[in-house]
């Protein structure tokens, strides 16, 4: 099975560092797959957008990103968010009240939707 050395990591911590052997992001120019090989590239990551690792053990890894960057080289897929949080770290209650607050900024209700929409794709097979 072939892999590539993959980072995700945001200004406040290192997410994950290993191999994978996919990774789907969502970029300005719109949701991209990298598979080992893939021809290098730099793309800017959406607000509100959603990674997805598969490493080679077989797990599905899914964050919420926040703006940032997805590097791609021959050996290598960096992703620097500005800010991340794994699908599994997120309360989807509070989430949920978040992201229907009228009275929270357009920011965090935009951050509660790409949250709730990790935990979505965490659940998808």
């Known amino acids: 099975m072939a ?17 994978a052997t996919s990774v789907t992001a969502q970029t300005t120019e719109g949701e991209i797959g990298v598979l080992p090989g893939h021809e290098p590239l730099l793309g800017q990551l959406v607000d509100n957008g959603v990674v997805v690792i598969r490493t080679t053990e077989g797990e ?17 897929v960096t992703i620097l968010a500005d800010s991340a949080v794994w699908a599994g770290e997120v309360n989807t209650s509070d989430a949920e009240a978040r992201a229907k607050d009228a009275s929270a900024s357009a920011f965090e209700r935009e951050t509660a939707v790409s949250e709730l929409r990790a935990v979505k794709r965490l659940q998808e097979k």
């Open 3 to 19: 892999e590539i050395a993959t980072e995700l990591v945001s200004v406040e911590r290192m997410l994950w560092s290993g191999t």
């Open 60 to 76: 599905k890894l899914v964050a919420a990103v926040q703006g940032g960057f997805l590097s791609v080289s021959s050996a290598k």
